[in-house]
Each structure stands twice: as C-alpha cells, then as structure tokens.
C-alpha cells in the first residue's frame, strides 16, 4: 500500500471527524514534531518537512494557523517568549494507521473470498492493490474519459468482478464500502488543497460553465447515479450562490446531439452498437417521436428550470481580444487521447473543437487577468473528462511563467471537493454515487464488442436462424448489454458465433429471475399486506372495543353526575319550600295548638268543625310545602344548570 493514500486518507478522515481543517491538520504538524524530536517549535523546518512529506505547499502563518490548536489543547506551551512541545500531551494527537489498515486488510479479504467463489481462483495482493489503485485515481484516463469516445476500451477479468464486486458491496456492508468512498474522496482532496483556502470563501461573483456531458447527466441522460451525484454537486453550487451557465456553442452541441438522437431513436433500423446515451435514454423511455421534438424544442427551459441559462458569446473567429491559441489547445487535447491509444472520429473531433471554443471563450471573459483562487476567478467551466481539465492545467502552465494559477477548466470532482472542503462528508456521499456510476459504465459492454454482437445477430437473421421479430429484438432491447457483458465479462476472446444464442439465453434468464423476483416481491406484498389488514382489524377490535369501555364508562359517570345532581337540587327545592312555608305551617301548629287545650274538652258541633278546619289547613299546608318542593326543585335545575 502506498503512503500517499494513507496520508491523505487520514487527512480526510480527521477533517471529517473534526469539520475544521485546522484541527484536521494539527495530527500531521504532531508527527513532525514528534519525530524531529523538536523541543522548540521551528516553523521552517514543519513547512520543509511537511512540502516533502506529503507534496502539498503550504505558507508558515498557515502553519502558526494550525499550531494554534495545539497552545489551545495545551500540548504546545509557551515559556520565556518561546513555543515548546509538551511530549506526553502530544503523543494523544499522533496519526495512527490501525483504523486504515484494518479497514484495507477487510476490504482485500472480502474482495479476494468473493473472487474465489465465483473462479476458484486466488488473487494476488498486487493484483488487488492494482484495482484499488486504478479506482482512486483521479488521473487514471480509464475513469475520465467516456467509454463513448473510442468504443474500443475493455475491462480486464480481474477488472470485471472488481466493479461487480463493489456493486455488491455497496448493498452489502455498507462500512467497508464507506472506506472505499472515503479512499476515492481523498485523491481529489490532495488536489482541492492546492486550489482552496482553508477558511470559508465566497463564491457569490463566480460564473460557472457546465459542459456538455454534465448537461445530459441533469438531464438524466446517463446512468442512475451518475445523474444523482450531479444533481448533488448542482444543489451545492447553487448554495454558494454561483452564476450556471452553459455557453452558447454547447447548448447548440447539446441540442443538436439531442436532436438527432431522436431521429435514430425512433428509427426502425435502431441499434445498440451504434446508439450514444442520448438514443438509448430517448428508446428505453419510450418517447414518441412527438414527444422527443417537444423535448428538444424545451430544452432552454428544462434548463432554466435546473438553474442554468444559456450565455450569449457572439463569438468572433476573427477578434483578438484576449484570443488564446485555439490550435495549440486543440492539439494538446488531442495528443492526451493519443498517448492513450484512443483513436476518434470526425463527430468526436468537432465535440474536441467545441470544448476548446469553449475554454477560449472562458479566457476571453476573463480578459487576460489570471487567479490563484478559485473563488475569485471570475469565470470557470467545469467538465467531468478530467483529461480535458488536465489540458487545461497543462495548458495554463505554459501561458503563465509562475505556477498556481487557476485554469479556464477544472474537473467537476475537484470543483466539488473544493465546495465541501469544510464539509468533507457530504462529498463522500457524492463520491459514492460517482464509484457505483464508474462502476456501472465499466460494467457496460464497449462499442466494439456491441458491434461484434449486432453483426453476429444480423447474420443469424440473414440466414434464418432466427427471426425477424427476434432479429429486432436482439439488436435493440436495452437488456441486451447486461446480457452480453455477463456472458462475454467483456472479453473479445469470449466471443464465437454462438454467442448470440447464449446472450439470447441469457436474456430470457435475466426476464425468467426478474418475473421469480416480482412474483416473490408480490408474494411478500401479499403477505405484508394480509398481515397488515389483520392487525389493521385487531386494532380495529380493540379500537372499538375500547370506545365501548370508554362509553360505558362514560354513560356511568354521567348517570352519578345527573343523581348528584338531582340531590343538590332536591336539597335546593326542600330549602325553599320550608322557608316559604314555615310561618304558615308555624301559625297552622300554634292554633290547632290553642284549639286543642280550648275545646277538646266540650265535643260540640262547632268544635267539631273548628278541628276539622284546622286538620284541612295542616294538610292543605302540607300538600303545598310538598309542590313547592317539587316546583323549587324543577328552578333549582335551572339555576344550577346555568352556573
């Protein structure tokens, strides 16, 4: 294992961990420290020894920046106006390589198991050093160029179960598969260091170019995750308050692709040897070709609605203002596809042409100043073919006698990584979609190896041996690349004259396990769903179950309320009635009294009736004070009731 990618991993992973680049820097000073056994603290010496260490420049108040952290943890101490280390405090910050290597040694064993279960075969750990390498790599020409441009580069063995690998792993532990993100998100971290500030910048006055092929992935012309991750750096862009763009000459490219992508799409003779990205998402989606013109037509507006309006250059061949060497750009670009044997044609040169028209037009608009901050640059374009940006930086280089300066282009992932340079994790969210795209577009059959196929198909059909109706079929369906680089892994040497019946095979197994998957995810749905109705009805029971304990319940108290009611109003109307009757029934009592002592003695008539008047009186008061309750108890309810 190289150093370079632990250290720069680990310089990743500690600004992760502490989302100041500051404190993420301090573990590295510590260790320079430690390991010149300095007392006192030499400036000069960490900034020589760091630059050789780990190839990044840095300044010395950078440097103080940094070595503030350490008088602050009390690992760095001043005395007599000096700076010294305190040795016991700062051996707690020293970088550690178990966590990495413990994270690399898990990924190795899982890749190498997962290889011997499918070939029987073991792996070297050079071989799988290799994979790891060519997968981090940000220069690695394999990733930055689209597989479109030659149609003849291939996946090796090795190479094939290594995406397919990561594929898995993806779904299936997600840690280790984090450390493989984190490892692809520090290559590019090495280089944001060189075109960044430590600090939060701001990037509201930078206009921001997109080329092409980032257009069609906002479109969603690409693979799922490419557009994603895409979408994702668009969001963070717009969040710094950028200027989109996209200049004028490549929204014609970018119509004009599109345009006559529709007219082949729709064709009859449609074939996948010969369909870019733009035909193969206009025929997979179904498009009418109505449909497919009205896209074209809109497409200003489906991009102003993505945040991007088109930049109006009225480019001049014949001004020189600010005119760079359009012939020495073009030249460059091209000799980096020779170097890597790739080969293109005159459709592929005119794209050439267009993204050096473009990066002229940039240093036009820039009007001659040069930067060394990104964020004051002014204008930038980004490109996700970072051998184009890698031209571009090759290219400013020769213009400018000093280094450091900030080309007319850079590689999307590095613009994104300088974004979320305080905010390390969410670009290895984006990293991940992008190892999953790359792993995905690897994974696609090359344009040779698709053209070896439709050839083999046409003669099958030539000759009978199939169908037209299959002959259609096998030459169009957007299945046909999984099947084909599943049975050839992408190898030339796989490829026979049969082997359209076994991708034929294949496809019909491909159709036969994803009807057994939606039969088995219907299954399941049916299962999910019949349970999900017998609890929906328990709950349901219990539900009414328990409204009816809760009425019940309530119909009791109600029932005690109304009796403890009635009470208190009886009570009220008893109160009353014997106050307004007291004095009558009081005289009634004394009279009969008196009548008693005065005439029960003589039983005459007219005493008689005297008693008997009387006995009426007491029971008339009586049958009175008894209405009167009841009256008064009926204005008691009233009364009570209202309060």
């Not at 473009?358 to 002014?378: D, V």
């Not at 957007?478 to 030339?492: E, I, P, Q, R």
């Given at each position: 294992m190289e150093e370079k990618y632990f250290d720069v991993y680990a310089l990743f992973k500690m600004q992760c961990a502490n989302g100041n680049v500051l404190e993420a820097y301090y573990p590295f000073m510590a260790n320079i420290i430690l390991e010149n056994n300095m007392e006192e603290i030499n400036e000069d010496l960490i900034k020589k020894v760091?630059?050789?260490?780990?190839?990044?420049?840095?300044?010395?108040?950078?440097?103080?920046?940094?070595?503030?952290?350490?008088?602050?943890n009390k690992s760095i101490v001043k005395k007599y106006g000096k700076y010294i280390a305190d040795n016991a405090e700062l051996k707690k910050y020293k970088?550690?390589?178990?966590?990495?290597?413990?994270?690399?040694?898990?990924?190795?064993?899982?890749?190498?198991?997962?290889?011997?279960?499918?070939?029987?075969?073991?792996?070297?750990?050079?071989?799988?050093?290799?994979?790891?390498f060519s997968l981090i790599d940000t220069h690695s020409i394999k990733f930055i160029i689209d597989s479109e441009w030659t149609g003849d580069d291939k996946v090796d063995d090795?190479?094939?179960?290594?995406?397919?690998?990561?594929?898995?792993?993806?779904?299936?532990?997600?840690?280790?598969?984090?450390?493989?993100?984190?490892l692809s998100a520090s290559s590019t971290y090495r280089e944001a260091l060189f075109v960044s500030q430590p600090q939060e910048v701001k990037y509201e006055n930078l206009n921001i170019y997109l080329d092409s092929p980032m257009i069609f992935a906002?479109?969603?012309?690409?693979?799922?995750?490419?557009?994603?991750?895409?979408?994702?750096?668009?969001?963070?862009?717009?969040?710094?308050?950028?200027?989109?763009?996209?200049?004028?000459?490549?929204?014609?490219?970018?119509?004009?692709?599109?345009?006559?992508?529709?007219?082949?799409?729709?064709?009859?003779?449609?074939?996948?040897?010969?369909?870019?990205?733009?035909?193969k998402y206009f025929h997979d989606s179904g498009k009418s070709r109505a449909d497919m013109i009205e896209y074209s037509e809109g497409l200003e507006d489906r991009l102003n609605e993505l945040g991007i309006i088109v930049k109006e250059t009225s480019y001049d061949t014949l001004s020189n203002s600010f005119q760079e060497d359009e012939e020495k750009l073009f030249e460059m670009v091209s000799k980096k596809y020779s170097e890597h044997n790739m080969s293109f044609s005159q459709e592929k040169e005119e794209t050439i042409r267009?993204?050096?028209?473009?990066?002229?037009?940039?240093?036009?608009?820039?009007?001659?100043?040069?930067?060394?901050?990104?964020?004051?640059?002014?204008?930038?374009?980004?490109?996700?073919n970072a051998a184009?940006?890698?031209?571009?930086?090759?290219?400013?280089?020769?213009?400018?006698?000093?280094?450091?300066?900030?080309?007319?282009?850079?590689?999307?992932?590095?613009?994104?990584?300088?974004?979320?340079?305080n905010s390390p994790l969410e670009s290895v969210e984006y990293q991940k979609k992008k190892i999953l795209a790359d792993c995905y577009s690897a994974l696609r059959p090359n344009k040779a190896l698709l053209r070896k196929y439709v050839e083999s198909v046409e003669t099958a059909w030539k000759t009978g041996e199939i169908d037209e109706k299959k002959y259609l079929f096998m030459r169009s369906h957007?299945?046909?690349?999984?099947?084909?680089?599943?049975?050839?892994?992408?190898?030339?040497a796989k490829f026979n004259d049969h082997t359209y019946i076994d991708v034929y095979e294949e496809i019909q197994a491909i159709?036969?396990?994803?009807?057994?998957?939606?039969?088995?995810?219907?299954?399941?749905?049916?299962?999910?769903?019949?349970?999900?109705?017998?609890?929906?009805?328990?709950?349901?029971?219990?539900?009414?179950?328990?409204?009816?304990?809760?009425?019940?319940?309530?119909?009791?108290q109600e029932r005690k309320n109304q009796e403890r009611f009635d009470k208190k109003c009886l009570k009220f109307g008893t109160c009353v009635s014997w106050f307004i009757c007291i004095i009558p029934y009081f005289f009634t009592v004394v009279i009969a009294e008196f009548i008693k002592a005065k005439y029960t003695n003589k039983l005459t008539i007219k005493n008689l009736i005297i008693i008997a008047a009387i006995a009426v009186i007491a029971i008339l008061v009586t049958v009175l004070r008894s209405h009167l309750v009841r009256l008064f108890t009926i204005i008691g309810h009233k009364i009570l009731k209202e309060d």
């Open positions: 760091f630059e050789e260490r780990y190839k990044i420049n840095i300044s010395v108040l950078f440097i103080r920046q940094v070595l503030g952290v350490g008088i602050e970088i550690g390589k178990s966590d990495f290597n413990k994270s690399w040694n898990t990924l190795k064993s899982l890749f190498q198991k997962y290889y011997y279960s499918i070939t029987q075969e073991s792996i070297s750990d050079e071989i799988f050093d290799r994979l790891v090795y190479e094939y179960y290594w995406y397919s690998f990561i594929k898995e792993l993806s779904q299936s532990n997600q840690k280790v598969f984090d450390f493989l993100a984190y906002l479109l969603g012309m690409d693979s799922v995750e490419r557009c994603e991750a895409y979408q994702e750096l668009l969001n963070e862009i717009k969040k710094k308050g950028c200027n989109i763009q996209i200049l004028d000459n490549n929204f014609e490219e970018v119509q004009g692709i599109i345009e006559r992508a529709s007219n082949w799409a729709s064709s009859s003779a449609y074939d996948i040897s010969k369909a870019n990205k733009v035909a267009c993204d050096v028209k473009s990066i002229i037009m940039i240093y036009r608009e820039r009007k001659g100043k040069t930067f060394t901050r990104i964020n004051t640059c002014t204008d930038l374009m980004l490109t996700i184009l940006a890698n031209v571009c930086k090759n290219y400013e280089q020769t213009r400018c006698s000093t280094t450091g300066h900030i080309p007319a282009c850079v590689s999307a992932d590095l613009f994104g990584s300088i974004l979320w340079l957007a299945v046909v690349s999984d099947a084909l680089m599943n049975v050839t892994k992408g190898d030339y159709a036969r396990k994803e009807l057994a998957d939606e039969k088995n995810a219907h299954g399941l749905t049916q299962l999910e769903l019949k349970s999900a109705n017998e609890n929906l009805e328990q709950k349901s029971n219990d539900v009414v179950r328990i409204t009816n304990q809760f009425n019940e319940y309530k119909l009791q």
